[in-house]
């Protein structure tokens, strides 16, 4: 089945031609009157305008939201749960409306929208109005007449800028547990793709009071830039570069308040020699979890992008992988048959084509793709890259850098030392996948392995109650789990004395 | 490419040249994974991301590598 394009008879999404911010519950025009453009990687062509914000935008958002801010933050747990599931239900309704969106907007296959980002992103709703319900302090009793207690406040407004790879379900991360603690927010979509939380703005805009939830768009250095370093935000969260994620911190120390940072990985992918033990499921299933590099066209900061193999079984597995890779369809991202979308920007096609061209100088063997695609039907322009397997070592640049894009780059390993070793050899500690039918050896990778999430005999899963975030340079803090919401309160002690006596002190 | 003076230069970056009067800095890091190779800077037609400021000027800087050493 394919859906028709957007604003094409029988759409299921219909788009203005021009956007602007959402604040205080309104869409306000940018107060310099600019705006940018916003082309869909699908076919190349612009099919919206999208407001390009200043610090003038950025201040009337920081003001609907401190104007919010105390309300939302009073409001009880219950109400602010009821009100999140509620969203959730909205979404829920409009599934197929904001995943052909999401398609459009960012290039991606609409059988993953359909499946995992809308799905992931209402649940990660329900999930926080079910952890608020159920937060609470602590208190000790120091001696028979002195109690402290330990409550749980919120920070306030608290600034959030979203990638460009998941825009919605990276949104909803955020969102949810920030609105779920008592803060308000103002989110900065990224420019790349900034369109369809935009229609979930107005579906939901009468659901949550004015000012709870203000989105400002535009671009990093004018729009991200006076978020990130106003003194009126009580803290930063950013997922994104690790370039930007330093200067998001440099910022932060302006104003001393916490980041949490989602950044950059080279995630190892381990296959150990017993998974071809057996010609069953499980062989089909590590075949398949290899071929997770091509989810989301690569765009994701724990694609599997270093295969380290058993050199016992490294030229049959390659060999049965590559043919399992090229089996991946490439195609139209409306098609529900379609497995690998566009990349999500022109500049991002690029990057990965010009790191394809140095993986090639540095000596590494193009085992499959390794080039632009050029699909037909209006789809020429679009910006598709064919799944690429690269062979080499671990010191190439292909090996060690996150290519943001479908590129594997696939070396041996000499035993669980070895294996250990490569895959600790990187900058970063997002994820990471083990393979193989040994408890023993599963564990113990696991627990060798310096990343803070370690998928084992699995991959690219993101349920919501398994925690999410990085080691090492990959950032700080910890995503989609109920500790979240640590990040987005403050304690507040109060420390009681029942004793009517006086201490005898002076 | 940020404005200048807009980041702190920290003790491990290294500086690897001027282009015009600004300094060209790489983090520690990726230096010691990039000193094997040369590196052209380039402006192309586009959109630049995350804070860099050519992003709303239609223009990115594009780096583009080459072989000059051994690993």
Same mark, same amino acid.
Request: negative net charge; aromatic residues 4%; glycine residues 10%.
């Given at each position: 089945m394919r859906y028709a394009r957007p604003?094409? #008879?029988?759409?299921?999404v219909s788009y203005e031609s021009r956007y602007d911010n959402f604040i205080g519950g309104e869409f306000v025009a940018p107060v310099k009157g600019r705006y940018f453009e916003n082309p869909s990687?699908?076919?190349?062509?612009?099919f919206c305008e999208v407001a390009r914000s200043s610090a003038e935008d950025v201040e009337l958002a920081l003001n609907a939201a401190h104007g919010a801010k105390d309300r939302w933050g009073r409001t009880p747990a219950a109400e602010r749960a009821r009100l999140l599931n509620k969203v959730a239900d909205v979404m829920e309704a409009h599934l197929e409306e904001l995943a052909v969106s999401e398609t459009w907007d960012n290039g991606k296959p609409v059988r993953e929208t359909l499946a995992a980002d809308l799905p992931l992103a209402i649940d990660h709703f329900r999930y926080f109005a079910g952890c608020i319900r159920a937060d609470e302090g602590t208190l000790a009793e120091?001696?028979?007449h002195t109690v402290s207690y330990h409550l749980k406040e919120p920070l306030g407004v608290v600034g959030q800028i979203i990638p460009w790879n998941f825009p919605l379900l990276m949104a909803a991360w955020k969102l949810a547990p920030a609105l779920a603690a008592g803060n308000c927010v103002v989110l900065k979509p990224a420019e790349q793709t900034p369109a369809t939380i935009l229609l979930w703005a107005k579906l939901i805009g009468s659901i949550?009071?004015?000012?709870?939830v203000n989105i400002v768009n535009g671009f990093g250095i004018e729009a991200g830039k006076p978020l990130a370093q106003?003194?009126?935000?009580?803290k930063v969260a950013f997922t994104g570069e690790t370039t930007t994620g330093r200067l998001i911190m440099q910022y932060a120390s302006e104003n001393i308040i916490p980041v949490t940072l989602e950044l950059g990985g080279k995630s190892p992918n381990l296959f150990f020699a017993?998974?071809? %033990?057996? %010609?069953d499921d499980f062989r089909q299933k590590a075949l398949e979890g290899f071929a997770m590099?091509?989810?989301?066209q690569g765009e994701?900061?724990?694609? #599997?992008?270093r295969a380290l193999v058993d050199k016992k079984i490294y030229g049959t597995f390659l060999e049965l992988a590559t043919e399992r890779t090229r089996r991946i369809v490439q195609g139209d #991202?409306? %098609?529900?048959?379609?497995m690998i979308g566009a990349q999500a920007s022109n500049d991002q096609l690029e990057k990965i084509l010009s790191y394809i061209d140095i993986g090639k100088k540095e000596g590494a063997r193009v085992r499959t793709g390794g080039e632009r695609v050029r699909l037909g039907d209006g789809l020429e322009e679009g910006f598709y890259v064919a799944p690429t397997i690269f062979e080499g070592h671990n010191k190439m640049r292909i090996f060690q850098e996150?290519?943001?894009? #479908?590129v594997v780059s696939v070396g041996s390993f000499d035993g669980f030392d070895d294996a250990i070793a490569q895959a600790n050899d990187t900058l970063y500690g997002l994820g990471a996948g083990v393979w193989t039918r040994d408890v023993h050896t599963a564990f113990k990778a696991g627990r060798n392995?310096?990343?803070?999430?370690v998928w084992t005999n699995c991959y690219h899963l993101y349920p919501a109650h398994a925690a999410f975030g990085g080691y090492k340079q990959s950032g700080i803090g910890r995503e989609?789990?109920?500790?979240?919401l640590n990040h987005y309160q403050q304690t507040k002690n109060l420390l009681v004395s029942y004793d009517p006596k006086p201490m005898g002190f002076f | 490419m940020l404005p200048r003076r807009r980041i702190e230069i920290?003790?491990?970056?290294?500086?690897?040249?001027?282009?015009g009067d600004a300094p060209f800095y790489i983090g520690g890091d990726q230096y010691e994974r990039w000193r094997h190779t040369r590196l052209t800077l380039d402006v192309v037609r586009g959109r630049g991301s995350g804070?860099?400021?050519?992003?709303?000027?239609?223009v990115r800087f594009l780096i583009r590598s080459d072989l000059c050493g051994v690993p």
């Open positions: 604003n094409t #008879p029988g759409a299921k990687p699908v076919t190349g062509r612009t120091l001696d028979e949550l009071p004015p000012g709870v106003s003194p009126r935000v009580a017993d998974i071809l %033990d057996h %010609d590099f091509a989810l989301n994701v900061c724990t694609c #599997p992008s #991202p409306l %098609d529900t048959a379609t996150e290519i943001f894009g #479908p392995i310096a990343a803070g999430r989609t789990h109920r500790m979240m | 920290g003790a491990r970056d290294v500086l690897l040249g001027h282009v804070f860099s400021l050519e992003a709303p000027e239609g």
